[in-house]
């Protein structure tokens, strides 16, 4: 279950770097997530739990931002409440983004290593 917690940590961190990277960021999860499924090294079913994780503790700090960012601008008048609707519209397409990209990448990192080792 270690190598599970240190692969989604992992895919974590090379996400975020990924995403500051023009033209690889809309393939960040991807990326992130395979080298994190990579290190998780658990098989399938260890690529699966590593990318669920890696979704996990990215839905934390995107969820936090929008919360800030709403409460920033729901106070100003007809344009707030736009803003702060659209936010959390936006976070909750941005963390489906980054599941599905992330938990595919996560699964094909695990296989590659089983391929490795076979």
Do not use: Q, W
Request: glycine residues 18%; aromatic residues 6%.
């Amino acid at each position: 279950m270690g190598e599970v917690f240190k692969g989604a940590g992992v895919g974590l961190i090379c996400t975020i770097i990924f995403y500051f990277i023009p033209a690889v960021n809309a393939f960040a999860p991807f990326l992130g997530g395979l080298l994190g499924g990579y290190v998780a090294d658990g098989g399938v079913e260890g690529g699966l739990k590593s990318g669920v994780l890696m979704t996990l503790l990215m839905i934390i700090p995107g969820f936090l931002l929008a919360g800030i960012l709403a409460a920033a601008l729901g106070e100003i008048p007809v344009l707030g409440g736009l803003v702060a609707a659209s936010a959390l519209i936006i976070t909750l397409a941005i963390v489906a983004h980054t599941a599905v990209l992330g938990i595919i990448g996560s699964i094909i990192g695990a296989l590659l290593v089983e391929k490795r080792m076979a």
